[in-house]
Antibody
Framework: EVQLVESGGGLVQPGGSLRLSCAASGFTFSNYWMSWVRQAPGKGLEWVANIKQDGSEKYYVDSVKGRFTISRDNAKNSLYLQMNSLRAEDTAVYYC????????????????WGQGTLVTVSS | DIQMTQSPSSLSASVGDRVTITCRASQDISNFLAWFQQKPGKAPKSLIYAASSLQSGVPSKFSGSGSGTDFTLTISSLQAEDFATYYCQQSNSYPITFGGGTKVEIK
């Protein structure tokens, strides 16, 4: 059974930093692109970042470029999101998702999601 | 960036109703379109990928259609467990973008 478990969320002051983690199990982690998607309270879904299987390609939404860094450790079956210079507008539930695409799937899909971890940026 | 516009933003329907939700892309996205269902306090669940393919384990009352810029999600006979918010999402190009969501409520 595919499982994605996020951790690391919490309350942080504006300008602060936080590192989110996502522990993956139930599939061969190194075969899949992985993603972070967020959802501000009462709002819709917003894609944040993608990372390729070997970490050689990374993509970000413009609003987090230069502040957030997605990374992975295939030996530990783990995905990370380092968030720096946090702003109030970064307050959201952050979901880790498996992105099934090139090399594994003939289509592109966030096919499995974690339960999310809440990040609150406030003084 | 590709904008995804869903309509309606909310709807009220009764158990047994046929429901259709529309999603329009601001440019051609071929069939790189997925649909998700989200219930309050829960993670999104994938329903449809490649515009019309049913994700494994999803009941056949859900169906998707369209290509290019115009897409639809249809629920053939609404049941109590289907009351939720539905999102479309394009993966044709970065940044990946979602529609604003359609909340399906009980009439």
């Amino acid at each position: 059974e595919v499982q994605l478990v996020e951790s690391g969320g919490g309350l942080v002051q504006p300008g602060g930093s936080l590192r989110l983690s996502c522990a993956a199990s139930g599939f061969t982690f190194s075969n899949y692109w992985m993603s972070w998607v967020r959802q501000a309270p009462g709002k819709g879904l917003e894609w944040v970042a993608n990372i390729k299987q070997d970490g050689s390609e990374k993509y970000y939404v413009d609003s987090v470029k230069g502040r957030f860094t997605i990374s992975r450790d295939n030996a530990k079956n783990s995905l990370y999101l380092q968030m720096n210079s946090l702003r109030a507008e970064d307050t959201a539930v952050y979901y880790c998702a498996r992105y099934c695409t090139n090399g594994v799937c003939s289509y592109r899909l966030f096919d499995y999601w974690g339960q999310g971890t809440l990040v609150t940026v406030s003084s | 960036d590709i904008q995804m516009t869903q309509s309606p933003s909310s709807l009220s329907a009764s158990v047994g109703d046929r429901v259709t939700i529309t999603c329009r892309a601001s440019q051609d996205i071929s069939n790189f379109l997925a649909w998700f269902q989200q219930k309050p306090g829960k993670a999104p669940k994938s329903l449809i990928y490649a515009a019309s393919s049913l994700q494994s384990g999803v009941p056949s009352k859900f169906s998707g259609s369209g290509s290019g810029t115009d897409f639809t999600l249809t629920i053939s006979s609404l049941q109590a467990e289907d009351f939720a918010t539905y999102y479309c999402q394009q993966s044709n190009s970065y940044p990946i973008t979602f529609g604003g969501g359609t909340k399906v409520e009980i009439k």
